[in-house]
């Protein structure tokens, strides 16, 4: 699964593989970012044992814990780059706004903001995952040495057919959230 999404971590930075700016932005992505991140902890025996806390029979994590997963991403191919992950106090809102629609849950403890991924939010996840399989298998599959999409030499990706695809996917997943996105970053 890690493969997968550091496959990908372009996209959902909201660029391409050479870094340039696609349509979906990193604010259309915003939301898929950190349901993955934290659904990525809680999925990995590495990320748990390593962020992750047991709490009423869940693993959680903190806010600071899943911006250090995101972070690790650095260290896996092919891009090599961080998910993009706010400070602390905007990620803390995200998360509350997601756990607002079930697909997270917020706990505090000793002075910590705890979050783990809820049922709901693992079976949208999963589903953004099968998506990103497909894709990190075309790259992988794809016999052409590059491919010119929209004036940018990707990896043999066809960025177009990709972007449409994500952008309708992950519109699905922010459209409970269009007037929060709008204002998240506005404090």
Known sequence: MIKIIAAVVPILNGRDSSGNIIHMGPH????????LVVFLAKSSEMFRLAQGRPIDSSI?????GLGEVAA???QFGPYHQAIHYDRTKVAGRVYTMISNKDLVTITKKEGETYVTITEKGE?????????FKEIADLSESDTHESYIA??????GLDLQGIEKRLTEKIADVNSQFADELKTIEED
């Open 150 to 155: 929209k004036g940018v030499k990707s990896r």
């Open 60 to 64: 959680y994590f903190t806010i600071y």
């Open 28 to 35: 259309m992505t915003k939301i898929p970012r950190y349901l």
């Open 123 to 131: 079976g949208v996840s999963k589903k953004l995952i099968q998506e």
């Open 72 to 74: 690790k991403f650095k």
